[in-house]
């Protein structure tokens, strides 16, 4: 092994005698481009080097004036890493909570084979505030779905008792629920699946927001189906946001055919769209969901699953399990990452700051009728999309928006998606609004 020297803190923060502080945007591009995986294309010439507050970035981006030095300066985060922030950067509660956790209470780690008195805090805060019975915790997003994937294939064979080997579970076209090889067999994106078969079987996918031909197929193989997975609205997709009774209707056919409601709020939920869980905007309550991103207050990976005592109840010793999954340091954010949604107010936030946003861009849109086809959004989950022309190009806007001061990313190439954390404030709103205009106006 080579000789290997790590030492100092921040931009001191030295490796092999390559000084953090010193490196260029095109210099931390260059190493990622030869050290690391090529499976990103972040945005080029801005790097993130810290948080000023709570939805602003410090950034470094390349100096004018000599290409070899950088420049700082600020960003208003109209993203919060894919709602993972929804508290905010740098909570103060949450800080707070880690913080004396580390330093007084000290215990960051013991695994499940031992009980620790933090797990039970976990769960008594995550079953009150999803309404569940149970709660499972795990670490990233993707692990909620794949195990909610499990339980409901083994709450098919040992509670419906469809034959073994037998068991499907649909899901919706458009969908996004992670990079496991579950969550890219269960995906109809060519670019997520290309060269990663074979995929697991047992998937069936029917059209989003479309009760008919999920009632068609419910009908047709409807005693082999243990469970429907599905996002209450689409984030990756594009904020795809189903018509208001679709859930009712859909909630009503899965009991009609006894067949689980299981539903993904690794992005909707912790407040993000105006309720604490998006499935509550439609009048529904699913029977195993996944939560993730927010559950970890933007401090750890945090992920559960919550669901009813007979769904849920199908695990066994053994069965299932996780390192990192609910261990100390994970319980008590998790548990201050809910407290700070209830005291905080998240999710009126998100309904009152929303309303302002969706308001703004709609009268972007009206300006701009020829460039904007559609605004959507509930809560702080919100989109514009564009019409399909040359020269309407997300990565465009994205790059605009980063020049005038705000962190924006296209999703697919004419939508731009807007997500900021739920304790941005009335002016920072528009602040927000006032570049995407100006953005589209240059178009
Ligand atoms: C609905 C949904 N499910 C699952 C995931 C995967 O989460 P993670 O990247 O933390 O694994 C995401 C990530 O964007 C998501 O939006």
Redesign the pocket.
């Known amino acids: 092994m080579s000789e290997l020297n790590i030492d100092g803190y921040g931009d001191d923060l030295t490796v092999n005698g390559v000084r953090i502080g010193d490196l260029t945007p095109l210099d931390h591009e260059k190493i990622e481009k030869e050290k690391g995986g090529q499976n990103y294309s972040p945005l080029e010439d801005v790097v993130v080097s810290k948080v000023k507050d709570s939805s602003t970035l410090i950034a470094r981006k390349p100096d004018p004036n000599d290409i070899s030095r950088y420049i700082e300066s600020e960003v208003l985060d109209g993203l919060c890493c894919?709602?993972?922030v929804n508290q905010g950067q740098l909570n103060k509660t949450i800080v707070d909570a880690v913080v004396h956790h580390l330093n007084e209470e000290k215990l960051p780690t013991v695994p499940r084979s031992i009980r620790h008195k933090y797990m039970s805090a976990f769960l008594l805060s995550a079953t009150t505030i999803t309404g569940m019975d149970r709660v499972i915790p795990k670490v990233?997003?993707?692990?909620?779905?794949e195990l909610s994937f499990k339980i409901c294939r083994r709450w098919g064979y040992e509670v419906k008792k469809i034959p073994n080997g037998k068991a499907i579970i649909v899901g919706a076209t458009g969908n996004?629920?992670?990079?496991s090889l579950s969550?890219v067999s269960f995906s109809d994106d060519p670019e997520a699946k290309e060269n990663f078969g074979p995929f697991v079987p047992g998937i069936e996918l029917v059209p989003y927001n479309n009760v008919e031909a999920l009632e068609e197929l419910f009908i047709e193989k409807g005693e082999f189906i243990a469970a429907f997975m599905v996002?209450p609205i689409?984030?990756?997709a594009g904020v795809i946001v189903p018509d208001d009774d679709y859930f009712i209707k859909v909630s009503q056919l899965c009991k009609e055919h006894n067949i689980l409601l299981s539903m993904?709020?690794?992005?909707?939920g912790f407040g993000r769209t105006g309720r604490n869980f998006a499935h509550q905007l439609f009048g529904v309550k699913p029977d195993i969901m996944?939560c993730?991103?927010a559950a970890g207050g933007g401090i750890l990976?945090v992920?559960f699953v919550a669901g009813r005592d007979d769904v849920l109840g199908v695990l066994t010793p053994g069965s299932e399990g996780s390192t990192f999954g609910g261990y100390p340091l994970a319980s008590v954010v998790g548990t201050y990452a809910i407290k700070v949604m209830v005291d905080e107010s998240l999710a009126e936030n998100a309904k009152v700051r929303g309303g302002q946003l969706i308001k703004n861009l709609n009268e972007i849109k009206n300006n701009y009728s020829d460039k904007i086809m559609e605004v959507r959004g509930r809560g702080l989950l919100t989109a514009f999309e564009m019409y399909d022309e040359k020269k309407l190009d997300g990565h465009k806007v994205s790059v605009g928006l980063m020049n005038h001061g705000v962190y924006a990313k296209e999703t697919h190439h004419t939508t731009v998606r807007l997500a900021p954390a739920l304790t941005i404030s009335s002016k920072q709103i528009d602040q927000l609004s006032d570049a995407v205009n100006d953005v589209v106006a240059s178009l």
Do not use: I
Request: proline content about 4%; overall charge negative; charged content about 25%.
């Open positions: 894919y709602s993972a990233a997003g993707v692990e909620s779905w996004f629920h992670g990079r969550a996002e689409q984030g990756e993904d709020e690794v992005q909707t996944g993730g991103k990976p992920s």
